[in-house]
Structure formats: C-alpha cells, structure tokens
C-alpha cells in the first residue's frame, strides 16, 4: 500500500499521481484528451461509489470532509496560479 504522506509528514500528492496507472495511461502520449477525462471522471465516480456503499455513516463523513478539504485546497491553489499569470 501506498504511503499518503512523505517524511515530512506532507501529503505525498505527486508520487501518489504519478505512479497511479491510470495517469500514466493517460499521460503516456502527454496529450490529455476529452475521452480520457471521461473515462477517468467515470472512474473517480465508481471507486466514490464504491466506498459509499461499504463505510459506515461516520466514515463517509470523514471521507466526505477530506475531499471537500482537498478539493478547496485544490481550487485554491489553482486561482492562486491563476492570479501569479496576471
């Protein structure tokens, strides 16, 4: 299993990317192409579906609040790159 954080106790994001292989399917031409992010949306869609249906109230709630708080990060971080292009 893959550790979620490096040494420094940092989410270890990029390795976690980076060695998935669905990135690196999608990346092996380093043209992402819309059928590539469907496919990839798709299967985001089942595996959140999928730990839906096998956690408990209390978990999905602590799953629930660590993607809301990755996905702002996220956000975040893109408008912040946003703004450094101005």
Known sequence: MQTLF???GLLNIS?????????QAIMADG???DQELKEQ????MASLRHLQSILNDEQQA????????MSVLF???HNHELQNLK
């Open 6 to 8: 490096d040494e420094n």
């Open 15 to 23: 390795d976690i990317v980076t060695n998935n292989p669905a990135y």
């Open 62 to 69: 602590a799953v629930g609040d660590a993607i809301s708080q």
């Open 41 to 44: 949306a798709d299967a985001t």
């Open 75 to 77: 956000a975040a971080y």
């Open 31 to 33: 043209i992402v192409t």
